[in-house]
């Protein structure tokens, strides 16, 4: 590669991203501000559809802002643009403009949350019925496999419940009660699905994910001092598609 | 082979609309980094479009011009796409928008040097290497007018083909917005192009410029195909005969009922075609 077209590529990134140069005599040309909006408008529009609860909560001129400020901090590096926004949700925590709104991150993570979801691979789902056929040695020995589609989240504020009504055009009910919140997302039958879970049920889809078995997960939920039944639980995570199958632990 | 006429842009609005479609030779073109999931449903809707019309595959991100090596993760997961839907076309653009591990959402330009001329033909090489057939590059609409160019567009564009084996995709909206914003004839480029090398051809609306009006038009790809675009298509298919043609609308999406009529508008320069067929 020569070194001549590298310069040129590395001023004309220069000149998108913090303006014209007198040195760089085509960046003065009007059509250098096309190239430069488009840019920056791409990864804010790409932003805006990959996080549209976000959006909505701000409005389009504090989102923009927002959003351009990201922009500017963490260029996307990837084409694949649906990817792009994994670093929003820590970088509106710690935007002082936008401190006020704790929530925020947390919706920004859900959103998110709902695009991997929806792209993850397609896998079967672990149906009740044949968790139910096992013994109870077998299941607690075995290995429950979280599905590639899901997703679990906790919050220390309500960021689900506000992310929920907005998702689904509701409003608010007031006052909102200021608790923790733990969310599941799933994709049974195609569609992206949410619930609400205890922290308990989070801490035993981590635990599973971590490859631990059934009553190593149990163990280590109970341990942490989350409140867990798995009698309780665990039918209702099958039920929403949480798990693809379940092996047998190799130990 | 199933014979490509006119084809649309495919948008997950119109996915069941595409899916029910029975026009005569009708297709439909995506943009292949929308659809590098592995799973879900939007893979699960491509792939059902797929059986029932042929695929174009059109690349937006591969940096064929970029400095930087081509994203060896991106090229794999492109070979992946066409080996799973193996699609009637593949295309991408004569332009960069990679720099320093960024990828900037837009198709950059650059002077056309001797030095550039390798490098693209490298990359394009290694980009038909990896998914076993040729592609298509696509003429980028230009805004700036820069210095340093060893060749036109023309020549270079037919270079890189002479020398790679890969086919020209012809942007007839580009020519026109490039030919306005640079000062140069569209009806000179459309009547120099190659026609042996065009494998498909992109027809598109633009904007002007809010500031600078009708001296800076943008490629924004959010109205019908204006017909100042249609007589440069009918000068060019006048010459060359028809080619699979693509009508583009990414933004401001109308009813797919009113894209299939600018489609029928298209299909109808195939009649005589067939007609001697």
Redesign the interface.
Known sequence: ??A???Q???S??RA?LQGPEPALP?SH????D??RN??LR??ID?LAANLPTVHRLLGDDAFDAAAGAFVRAQ????????RYGAGLPEFLAASAQLAELDYLPGVAALDLAWIES??????PVLATSDVFALTAEQLLHGCLVPH??ARWLSFPVPAFTIWRHERAGQRLEEPLSWRTESALLT?PE??VRWRAIDAGEAEFLAACASGRSCDDALESVLAGGSGFDLALSLPRLLQAGAFTRIDSDPS | MTLLGAGLGLKPEHYEEALRCSADAMWFEVHAENYMAVGGPRRTWLEAIRREHPLSLHGVSLSLAGAEPIDARALQALAALVRELQPALVSEHLAWSRFASAYLPDLLPFPRSRAMLALVCAHVAEVQDAIGRPIAIENPSHYLRLEGHDFDEIEFLAAIARRTGCALLLDINNVHVSAVNTGTSAADYVDRFPAELVSEIHLAGHRQDPVHGARLLIDSHDAPVPAVVWGLFDRFVERAGPRPTLIERDAALPAFSVLMQEREAAQRRFAPLEETA
């Open positions: 590669m020569s001549e077209m590298h040129f590529q590395s004309f990134v998108l085509w040309q009007p059509g250098f096309v190239y488009t840019v791409g990864a790409a260029l996307p590096r990837d084409g694949r643009l649906v929806h792209l993850a691979a397609d896998a590639p589609s994709r195609g569609r």
